[in-house]
């Protein structure tokens, strides 16, 4: 009785695996894809999310348009992403403070950072310096 038991389970196993081998997950992208900013044109954000969206359109082979949301602290740009269609083909590049701080800033945005968001993967990194001025 055990090894038939057995029989089965490996049966069902090697059945799995079979499945999970035929199942073939959808490309992506399967269009253009939109990357929305938070700043201007011209700045640190904008070249780095342009040359990021330049090779991904060369390696994916679909293009990524990046489209700038300046202003409202990034509110404007997050919550165009926040309201779009949740299929992974408009993503947001963000400066780290405006996506974590916003929250505690104001009081009522309209979106929910951690239930609209889902973070992906942080593209740069840059080291930030505090001046002070003495004064006499």
Known sequence: MRKAGHLWRTLAIVFLN????????????????????????????DLIARATAQKLTESLGKPFV???RAGGSGIIAHETVAKS??????LL???AGAHTINPGLFKKLPYD???DFTPISIIARGPLVLVGIKAE
């Open 66 to 68: 990046v489209e700038s």
């Open 113 to 115: 950072t951690e239930r």
């Open 85 to 90: 269609a949740p299929d992974g083909h408009t």
């Open 18 to 45: 079979a499945a999970a081998t035929l199942a073939t997950a959808q490309a992506y992208p399967s269009k253009s894809v939109r990357v929305v900013i938070t700043a201007s044109p011209g700045g640190n954000l």
């Open 93 to 95: 590049v963000v400066p």
